[in-house]
């Protein structure tokens, strides 16, 4: 008697046995794939897990370059906000240090396009 792995498969489920654990499933056609994806998909869920959009992007940063520019006109100077750690930079405007490193890079970009143009 000759069967092909799938046959050999089916026969060992089909009479309870222990298939070895080195063997991969038979191999299903596609339509049986996307049953199996979606079945397992629907398992996985749970009723408040549905898929989540994403919502407006955040304005943390914008708000901060707000800050910064209000700042440099009414008590900073551009050398110090240059030299302000980014530590210092989060905790004085409540952000991550990387939004507070963009921030000053884009204000301090916008000083020196400003002052470039004047000139």
Partial sequence: MKLNRDQFYSLLTEAGLEVPKFWRPPVATAKEECESARVAKTLHQTPGSAARTRGPRSTKLEQVKQQMRRHLQEELTRE????????????KYKVSRD????????????FVEKSNSDK
């Fill in 80 to 91: 110090k906000l240059e030299t302000m750690l980014e530590k210092e930079l989060a905790a």
């Fill in 99 to 110: 939004t507070a490193r963009k921030a000053r890079d884009a204000v301090l970009s916008e």
